[in-house]
């Protein structure tokens, strides 16, 4: 008990000092991306500069779109659960991805769930984070002409819910999957990825009491499986649950 005390007073004091540092750097990388992004509208510039201010640019934004994560993973929110429908969080969610999918020529299919689901009881912002990030990592790895899909079903018979969302990508290797959920892991081109997209869905659906489960195959995709308990369910029972689902 005392160990974790002491590591939980460390991780609050890694928040803090997070947050702060994220916030004293928004500022000046903003300036940052301003000029650049002024000097890049002169038309006189030779191209080498041109190349280098684009760069500055791409790179500024990096560091930013690395700080706003990195302020959303260490705000301490005490999320308000409610209840909600499964179908509620995909129609949500699916507006957000749809126009990506389109431009990415990749089909993009929800099924609707089955009236009998079990409603959620969760913090609707942060799962539908979870499944932003699901979503958007399945279309990224998705080719053109490929699918991505997302169902829902209960899980007998504890009675929570199973969310799924299967993509026809590129898969991952094997030494991909075992760092996938490492903070700051990322496979994607610089200013793509901030590599902390699974690390974030992953502590999301824990403090649901729930579970994540991958399957992948490289070469032909993968399917990353959400479970999580049903609203009203006792919270010992999630846990029991959540690793037998495991
Ligand atoms: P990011 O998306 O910013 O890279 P994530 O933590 O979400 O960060 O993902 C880490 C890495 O895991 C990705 O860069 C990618 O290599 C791999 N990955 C995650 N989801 C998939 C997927 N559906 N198909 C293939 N690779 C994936």
């Known amino acids: 008990l005392r160990e974790s005390l002491v590591q939980s ?19 000046p990388l903003g300036i940052i991306i301003g000029y650049a992004q002024g000097l890049a509208r002169r038309n006189t510039l030779e191209d080498s500069v041109r190349g280098a201010v684009a760069s500055i640019e791409r790179q500024a934004q990096r ?25 509620v969080l995909f129609e949500r969610v699916t507006e957000l991805v749809r126009g990506q999918a389109n431009r990415a020529g990749v089909s993009f299919e929800v099924l609707p769930p089955s009236p009998e ?33 997302v ?4 899980v007998a018979p504890g009675g929570g819910v199973e969310l799924v969302v299967t993509d026809t990508g590129s898969g991952m290797s094997e030494e991909v999957l075992l760092r996938a959920f490492d903070p700051f892991f990322t496979t994607k081109p610089v200013g793509q990825g901030t590599g902390l997209g699974l690390s974030i869905t992953r502590n999301i659906v824990e403090a649901h009491g729930g579970a994540l489960d991958v399957k992948t195959s490289p070469g032909a995709g993968t399917t990353v499986r959400l479970w999580l308990p049903a609203a009203g369910a006792p919270p010992q029972a999630h846990r029991m649950e959540a690793t037998a689902w495991k």
């Open 9 to 27: 007073e460390k991780m609050a004091a890694m928040g803090t000092l997070v947050a702060g540092l994220s916030h004293e750097l928004n500022n």
């Open 117 to 149: 689901l079990p409603e959620l009881e969760v913090s609707v912002q942060e799962i539908e984070s979870a499944l932003l990030n699901l979503i958007t990592n399945a279309l990224d790895a998705t080719p053109s002409g490929g699918a991505v899909q």
């Open 151 to 154: 169902s829902a079903q209960p």
């Open 63 to 87: 560091c930013a779109q690395l700080v706003r994560a990195l302020l959303d993973f260490s705000r301490k929110k005490v999320p308000i659960r409610e209840r909600v429908a499964v179908a």
